[in-house]
């Protein structure tokens, strides 16, 4: 296999097949096995293979394929993604493990909106996916609501409580824009703990999903099939991620991000040209913070139970470090590099309480190593759409 | 009334050490045009580095004056060490790297030095008790109760605060890290040791939290592992308000800080769960207010 | 070093007879049996968890070196963060994991809370070492949860009955605003009101905060004779010592979230002494097996303490493995048997689980700290006159 075979349609389609195969085979393999030294072996091997990738020019490959094929792509994913979850089909904790990094992912979708187009700084996702997740168990009593409605309530509220944040966002840059959110971190999850009514420190019980009827705390039975519960939030958040990514890959190949590009990259200059800056980095702020709410519902659902302790500063900067591991602004970054941040952590429960101090140095690691990401987002190449 | 001296007083010593850790922030910025998240945690380092300092001394036998300069001293020692070390190893490298990677990274080694602690320290997860090294006792005037160490520590903290000050500005070493700080490149070319001064200047920056964990040691006779992790957002707030980059204005951001915390306890008694959280909301308000602090910073880039 | 494909090939080949051997060794050996134990081993309560596990893997140790077990028992710890979230995550993977067949979770009871219907949908029995909060247990009946810990409802009453047989009549509680802090406030006003005592503030802080000597200036404006504190020994710590350097003379009154070493090594012997506490269980010298514990807990060589609720992880697992050495290493069977649960001796005093899994003959027994060490109130100076509480009316 050389760089020139990857060229072409069929290039580019085995490209991408290859690639969803690595992802999905690397989630089963990570998920299953659980002897440390095969463990070992297996991340070694799927290291290689994501070593051996680029120089082979896959995934070059398949990022053609992503442009010159989307529906194709979509298809190979889609196929990927229903084998994943037929493999691991009655692993309760591996669906757990998905569902959440699916959740994590689209929440980074979100601040990648923020950081990665409209360069502003957020340090307060986590009170942003706890707005929805207090939405979502705020209105547990609320039963003649559709859960579908309260997701999306979730959604709203957390984007109107961000528009508080959008003046001293708007007028600061930089660090001092870093503190606005980041002191709202502090004080939202300060406020959780101090509030009787939300439950205090103590949290509260949230109901599980019930869409149409269908009940999302029992297990789901398709054919003569039987999958655990989880099966069901998977495909729910598997389905929310996938617009989301369709969404924030709309807003990026469309003038909105050539917009936002333009405000990250040089505000005078733009002002220049007329540009409203305020409305779009306003625009930006909001939607990514709509994405955290919506999450957070259905995390908070999916869980069945939110404490304030879920929602820290610690779980914020976890946020900012998948979108930077990612590579700012790359949304097939931001799933790889959760996978890895959701991932680690609980592989390392064997080293129990020294794991988090290998994680902050695995972190540090990688910043050294890699600054730009793991996947570092390319500069726009407008011949590429024909 | 004497109740109201009494949260002044209070509300002094915690300014301090706000303060201190604020003018690392400042310097920081200053140098490098970064925010050292780690430094909270190096003032906890600095502060265990003391606890050591007075053991040792104790059971050398020092006479007990000898023991509280020798603790102080370490404890400065040891955060400027490991402050220089941090700016050598980890910040310089990665100065042309995104404010967004030096953030996580230094925030991430703040969490290593903080977990080392945790776990390396002898029962390092319990709070550690700090000999108390200072005159104690105090006098009563008008029922306010005046602790001599207290009085002490915020006459050396804010000597200390002169003393960076004097360094910064009076000095030789000062015009170098000021120079550097104004245009690193230009700096150079003068024949300035471009790395040995930010180093200089990060090892001064993290002193002031050497003395902030001394005198917090001293003052409260108790450390713990994750005492800087809460001071680092005060002290990085302290110094946003302030305005980054500018002493005095991390100082006085410091004290408006303590004032806050303090005035919302005495005088809404019924709030003191919120008092960080009002406190935070006043200062996300003034940084609308102000968007580059209330004493803005010197060559701001607003347009 | 070994650079040269020799080194490799001797060190797979190596490897792959010990692995033999280890099989071979494994045809004679007994069935093994995994027990999951869960607490927070990072952030800033894995004091209590390092302790807890470490307890709990000395239980293993100890009935895996007698030779008449039935079966091998290997523990896997794990972290929960005290993180509710997290919980539910290590829950589920110890649930759906079959080779686990009992667990010994949770020190914090915002963990507890979000995994219990975890192990009720899982069918995985599970006793409970230190969360303290009455709901947990009491809230539904569900045949999984047991738990060895006292609710704290207990230690509360013991407490309130006991000032007031002092005569001391007015409070002020200071708690932290965790879960624990606020159940320890409400039970603290329920019992002191009941007892027709006066309490004239409660404060609340984050577990976290360093400073409260605006909360204590507060509270020597209102000049109460006892100061109450709900919480742990960190912020105890800072109270305590904060109180003093503020002049505050009152009496301090704790409870379980101190008992231990290192309050006392934290705040130092003078300031330490005459503290109260209430605490489930009699110290451990007074407790058959107790000195067995210890002795041996020291022996393995721990560097951590095993903390106040280190005995109780060591009770809680030594309990399953009996219930395991009876039934076999069986979910329905063990759910089962523990049910039943009346009267076992233990090193934390007989256990005997209600309907709802609570331990309800915990020994709550009063202490009080005299020349830097926690005694019973009984055998104490102060119990006889000779040295005197704060504050006393």
């Given amino acids: ?386 | 009334m004497s109740s109201i001296a009494q949260y002044l007083l209070n509300g002094l010593m915690q300014g301090t050490i706000y303060g201190l850790v604020a003018i690392g922030f400042t310097i920081f910025f200053g140098v490098m045009n970064v925010i050292k998240f780690s430094h909270g945690d190096v003032l906890t380092f600095g502060a265990f580095g003391g606890l050591v300092a007075a053991w040792a001394a104790t059971a050398l036998g020092f006479p007990i004056w000898l023991e509280l300069v020798f603790v102080v001293l370490i404890s400065v020692m040891a955060s400027a060490a490991i402050g220089a070390i941090i700016a050598r190893g980890l910040v310089l490298p990665l100065k042309d790297a995104p404010p967004l990677n030096m953030l996580l990274m230094t925030m991430m080694v703040g969490t290593a030095i903080r977990e080392c602690i945790r776990l390396f320290f002898p029962n390092g997860t319990n709070p550690q008790r700090f000999p108390e090294l200072l005159p104690s006792g105090g006098f009563d005037l008008s029922g306010v109760y005046f602790r001599y160490d207290g009085l002490i520590l915020i006459a050396a903290g804010i000597a200390f605060i002169f003393a960076v000050q004097w360094i910064i500005n009076r000095t030789r070493l000062g015009l170098a890290i000021r120079a550097v700080a104004e245009d690193g490149e230009t700096a150079r070319t003068m024949g300035i040791n471009f790395t040995l001064t930010v180093a200089i200047a990060f090892a001064i920056g993290s002193m002031t939290a050497g003395v902030a964990g001394a005198l917090y040691g001293l003052y409260y006779s108790e450390i713990n592992y994750s005492m800087g992790l809460i001071l680092a957002i005060i002290g990085f707030s302290a110094a946003i308000i302030g305005g980054l980059g500018n002493i005095w204005g991390a100082i006085v951001g410091g004290y408006l800080f303590a004032g806050l915390q303090t005035a919302v306890v005495a005088l809404l008694p019924a709030l003191s769960d919120y008092k960080n959280v009002i406190a935070l909301i006043v200062v996300v308000a003034l940084i609308a207010w102000r968007p580059t602090g209330l004493l803005a910073e010197r060559g701001s880039e607003r347009v | 070093m070994l650079g040269s494909k020799g080194g490799v090939w001797g060190l797979a080949v190596s490897g792959l007879v010990l692995m033999a051997a280890a099989n071979a060794d494994g045809a004679f050996a007994k069935e093994k049996v995994k027990i999951a134990f869960v607490g927070p081993l990072t952030g800033s309560n894995s004091q209590h968890g390092i302790g807890g596990r470490n307890s709990a893997e000395l239980a293993v140790k100890l009935k895996n070196a007698d030779p008449a077990t039935k079966y091998e028992y290997e523990l896997v710890a794990l972290d929960d963060e005290c993180k509710p979230n997290v919980a539910v995550q290590v829950v589920t993977k110890i649930a759906s994991d079959n080779s686990i067949v009992v667990a010994v979770p949770h020190y914090c009871s915002a963990a507890a809370i979000a995994t219990v219907d975890i192990f009720h949908r899982f069918k995985l029995p599970m006793v409970i070492w230190a969360a303290v909060l009455p709901q947990i247990t009491y809230a539904k009946k569900v045949p999984e949860i047991h738990r060895v810990s006292g609710t704290l409802i207990g230690q509360n009453r013991v407490g309130a009955q006991f000032m007031k047989e002092r005569g001391y009549k007015t409070f002020v509680s200071f708690a932290d605003s965790t879960d624990y802090g606020k159940s320890m406030n409400e039970y603290f006003t329920k019992f002191t009101n009941e007892n027709k005592n006066e309490i004239l503030g409660a404060f609340a802080v984050p577990p976290d905060q360093q400073d409260v000597s605006a909360e204590l200036t507060r509270i020597k404006e209102l000049n109460p004779q006892v100061i109450y504190f709900g919480g742990l020994t960190p912020l105890g710590t800072r109270v305590r010592t904060q109180m003093e350097k503020l002049g505050i003379t009152a009496q301090l009154e704790g409870n379980s979230g101190i008992m231990g070493d290192a309050f006392i090594s934290a705040v130092g012997p003078e300031l330490a002494e005459g503290t109260l506490t209430f605490f489930d269980s009699p110290p451990l010298s007074k407790m058959p097996g107790g000195k067995f514990f210890s002795d041996n807990y020291t022996k393995a060589g721990y560097t951590q303490s095993p903390e106040a609720y280190g005995p109780f992880a060591f009770a809680a697992t030594n309990l399953v493995m009996e219930e395991i050495e009876r039934v076999g290493p069986n979910r329905a069977k063990i759910t089962e048997a523990l049910g039943k649960v009346k009267d076992r001796p233990s090193i934390i005093g007989p256990i005997t689980f209600d309907d709802y899994g609570q331990n309800i003959t915990p020994l709550t027994t009063k202490y009080v700290v005299q020349d830097g060490k926690w005694t019973i109130w009984e055998e104490s100076e102060y119990a006889t006159g000779k040295r005197k509480l704060k504050n006393l009316p």
């Fill in chain 1, 1 to 386: 296999m050389t760089v020139t075979s990857m060229k072409g349609t069929a290039g580019q389609i085995v490209s991408s097949i290859l690639v969803t195969a690595l992802l999905v085979g690397s989630l089963v393999a990570v998920l299953e096995i659980e002897d440390q030294r095969a463990l070992g072996i297996c991340v070694a091997i799927i290291a290689g293979l994501s070593f051996l990738a680029p120089k082979l020019g896959i995934l070059r490959g398949a990022e053609q394929a992503g442009a010159h094929h989307p529906w194709a792509v979509r298809l190979i994913i889609l196929i990927g993604f229903c084998s994943l979850v037929l493999i691991l089909k009655d692993n309760n904790f591996a669906l757990l493990m998905i569902a959440t990094i699916l959740i994590y992912a689209t929440v980074c979708l979100g601040i990648t909106i923020q950081t990665g187009y409209a360069g502003l700084f957020n340090f307060a996702g986590a009170a942003f996916l706890g707005t929805g997740g207090y939405t979502a168990a705020m209105l547990a009593n609320a039963t003649w609501l559709p859960d579908i409605v309260t997701i999306l309530l979730g959604g709203v509220i957390a984007a109107a409580l961000g528009t508080v944040l959008i003046l001293p966002v708007l007028r600061t840059r930089g660090h001092y824009a870093a503190l606005t959110t980041l002191a709202f971190g502090v004080l939202f999850n300060g406020f959780l703990e101090a509030n009787e009514m939300l439950g205090g420190p103590q949290g509260l019980k949230v109901p599980g999903i019930q869409i149409f009827g269908w009940d999302f705390s029992n297990d789901l039975v398709i054919g003569s099939l039987s999958f655990s519960f989880y099966a069901n939030y998977v495909l729910l958040i598997g389905a929310i991620f996938a617009l989301f990514m369709i969404f924030t890959r709309f807003i990026e190949r469309s003038w909105i991000g050539i917009w936002l590009d333009a405000v990250r990259l040089d505000e005078i200059a733009v002002s220049v040209f007329g540009l409203r800056i305020s409305v779009w980095k306003s625009f930006a702020f909001t939607a990514g913070n709509f994405l955290a709410g919506v999450m957070g519902a259905v995390y908070a659902k999916m869980t069945e139970f939110i404490a304030p302790a879920n929602f820290t500063f610690g779980d914020s900067l976890l946020l900012v470090a998948i979108v930077l591991l990612g590579g700012i602004g790359n949304r097939w970054g931001v799933l790889v590099a959760t996978m890895i941040v959701i991932l680690l952590p609980e592989k390392l429960q064997f080293i129990q309480e020294y794991r988090l101090l290998l994680f902050a140095c695995i972190i540090i690691l990688l910043l050294m190593v890699r600054p730009a990401g793991l996947l570092a987002r390319r500069v726009r190449v407008f011949e590429e759409r024909h």
